[in-house]
DNA sequence: ATGGATGTATCATAATATGATATATTCGCC
DNA sequence: GGCGAATATATCATATTATGATACATCCAT
């Protein structure tokens, strides 16, 4: 069961995502987000560091050893249970709202008094 | 032609998502926001205030006249044409993630080297 | 062995969100 | 015809989140 259904920052919900395809470390994360968000978005070396910090405060990721004959500066994350709870929450919560937003009718109706 | 497909700000994205559904002014939009995701994410009279400023701001909304009998102290939004479009944007933008998300199988495999 | 890509990190700042609180108007109701 | 609760907007101070710029070390191909 995930915290709540509050939205996820985009850069947040962006790392739990690239992490759901696969263990990973943060350069990689940030090619991943690239491609997710097909270039329309990037999380640059601050967000990426700063987010990944508090996503393993809040134990959503947590570091993991990488495959032995990797580049040894490279720092390797894994979802958490818990975090793959919120990853699959807030899918949810965006599935809820995109097909509400195709059950009524978009664009101005009459003003609610 | 939407902005970018860059995440809308959450409260920035139900205020859209409410107007959407027609006109309504600031107190309505908060009601219809704690319905929209289902009592799991409130925006306070802060958050809502600032982000309709925002907005007009941008001119993803414009202020309009209210029905001639409500409550004075009214103030009535709606959408504009590139708010809409904004919106839409991001819902389309969501669409893609979950069906992404479902497109791959969820939860760890191998590290990516 | 040198240069460009890779990889992590942090500073300073901006953008967003939020709790608390204030204040005025409307409305039901007796 | 006035009282109290809900409605409605507004703002202050603060917390949280995002970001540009920059720094610096390691790796890899040539």
Redesign the pocket.
């Known amino acids: 069961m995930a915290e709540t259904n509050?939205p996820l920052?985009?850069?947040?919900f962006l790392i739990l995502f690239a992490l759901a395809g696969g263990d990973k470390?943060?350069?990689?994360i940030m090619r991943e987000a690239r491609l997710i968000s097909e270039g329309g978005f990037?999380?640059?070396?601050?967000?990426l560091?700063?987010?990944i910090q508090?996503l393993l405060d809040s134990c959503w990721i947590e570091e993991v050893a990488g495959p032995e004959s990797s580049?040894?500066?490279?720092?390797y994350y894994s979802l958490t249970q818990q975090g793959s709870s919120v990853l699959n929450a807030e899918l949810k919560r965006m599935e809820t709202l995109v097909r509400k937003s195709k059950a009524m009718r978009l664009r101005n109706a009459d003003p609610i008094s």
Chains 1, 2 share one sequence.
């Open positions: 509050s920052a985009p850069a947040a470390h943060g350069y990689a990037e999380i640059g070396p601050a967000t560091y700063t987010t508090r580049d040894s500066r490279r720092r």
